[in-house]
């Protein structure tokens, strides 16, 4: 039978443990695109990192070896759709994380409108419901081809195959969008007939209200009438009191005078 295979580990992690921008970014990734750890972000940015470091290499050489598998790479990142055709090795280099990211299965059943969430997605890629072709994929970190993400979709042996299914029945629900017909000339004039005899209500009601407030509002105005009189009566007194007090001032200052001389 031979020896057993040596299980290694598809992924390096960071160099320093505590990194307060790559934390944060990890966590943004891991909200983002449902991951389950940040395992699953060292993984894609292993295959990222190899990736750039094979086309430096190659870069870097001018046999027709090295020649012929930088072409084999640019067509294997083409096949993935990381990469358009026609694409460069600047392309290459300048490629981010998230690139990779979008190119996993569980992000593709999410975008294809197959869940209605990341995590309803990784669910149903997990319990065996999607295939990729004729195949069930059960790894939630799969990079789907381009020629292969038409073909993405629910096993026929699933219940969510269904059309009846709750979840697909959700889904058509979501997509449909209510259309209201315009209204007919007819339908406008029985609305006017029935808002007509509420508003001469509403009329009626207002002017028995402007009726009873009008002999308030009259009773109010004699009121200001009178008031006005009894100021205008009082200010009349005090001008004459204080004209009558002059005289009496200047009779009394006569007198004085008189005495005097």
Do not use: C
Not at 41 to 54: C, E, N
Not at 227 to 244: A, F, G, P, S, V
């Amino acid at each position: 039978m031979g020896d057993p295979k040596k299980i290694r580990k598809k992924f390096k992690k960071p160099m320093h443990p505590w990194q307060k921008g790559r934390i944060e970014l990890e966590k943004e990734l891991t909200k983002k695109y449902g991951l389950k750890n940040k395992q699953e972000i060292w993984k894609m940015a292993s295959i990222l990192k190899k990736f750039k470091d094979q086309i430096k290499k190659l870069t870097s050489s001018d046999t027709a070896q090295s020649e012929k598998e930088k072409k084999q790479l640019m067509e294997k990142l083409m096949k993935l759709g990381l990469v358009k055709k026609g694409g460069t090795v600047d392309d290459v280099l300048s490629l981010d994380l998230e690139n990779v990211l979008d190119r996993r299965l569980q992000t593709v059943v999410f975008k294809k409108g197959l869940a209605r969430s990341m995590n309803q997605a990784r669910q149903f890629i997990i319990h065996k419901h999607i295939t990729v072709g004729d195949r069930k994929v059960t790894s939630p970190s799969y990079l789907v081809d381009v020629a292969e993400e038409p073909r993405v979709s629910f096993s026929a042996t699933s219940t969510l195959h269904d059309p009846d299914h709750p979840e697909m029945i959700h889904e058509e629900l979501s997509k449909t969008k209510i259309t209201r017909k315009p209204k007919t000339q007819e339908e406008k004039d029985e609305e006017a007939l029935k808002v007509a005899p509420e508003k001469a209500a509403d009329q009626e009601v207002k002017e028995l209200i402007e009726k009873k407030e009008a002999p308030k509002a009259s009773q109010l105005h004699k009121h200001d009438k009178k008031e006005q009189i009894k100021k205008e009566t009082r200010t009349e007194k005090l001008h004459t009191t204080e004209l009558h007090s002059e005289k009496e001032t200047k009779k009394a200052l006569g007198a004085e005078k008189e005495d005097k001389q």
